[in-house]
C-alpha cells in the first residue's frame, strides 16, 4: 500500500517544488506514466507483491530505462535550435513523461532491494 501512496506522493512533491506555476498539469503528466504498468498484464500473475518488477515486465526493463532518460534528455538535444512554443510544450511534455516513468522505475526497484 505504501508503494502505491509513493507512486502519489512523490510526483505530487516534485510536481510542487519543480514545477511550481504548472504544478498541477506537471503532476497529472508524471501520475499519468503510471500506465507503464498496463505491461503487468502480460504476466501471470498480474500482481505479486514479492515480484521485482524492474527487468521482468518489458516496460521495466534496462533498454526501456533507457529510452526513459532520452526522453527526459530531450529539451537538451534542441537547447540551441530555436522552436516554436508549441515544440517547447511538446519538449516538456516528452521530458515530464521522461521524468515520470523514471521516478516510477526508482519506485519500483526500491521494492527490487528490500
Ligand atoms: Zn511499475
Given at each position: 500500500m505504501?508503494?502505491?501512496?509513493l ?16 504544478w ?20 501471470d500473475?498480474?500482481?505479486n ?12 526493463t ?10 527526459f534528455?530531450?529539451?537538451?538535444y534542441f ?8 515544440e ?11 521524468l ?5 522505475m526508482?519506485l519500483?526497484g ?5
Open positions: 505504501l508503494h502505491i501512496l507512486h502519489f506522493i512523490v510526483p505530487l512533491i516534485i510536481a510542487r517544488v519543480f514545477y511550481r506555476k504548472k498541477k498539469s506537471a503532476f497529472l503528466i508524471l501520475i499519468a506514466t503510471m500506465i507503464v504498468d498496463a505491461d503487468h498484464l502480460l504476466a500473475p498480474v500482481y507483491a514479492n515480484r521485482c518488477s524492474i527487468g521482468f515486465h518489458p516496460l521495466h534496462v533498454w526501456a530505462i533507457v529510452i526513459y532518460i532520452l526522453m534528455l530531450v529539451p537538451y537547447k540551441s535550435a530555436k522552436l516554436s512554443e508549441i517547447e510544450k511538446w519538449n516538456r511534455r516528452i521530458q515530464l513523461a521522461g515520470g516513468l523514471l521516478i516510477h526508482i519500483d526500491l521494492d527490487c532491494l528490500i
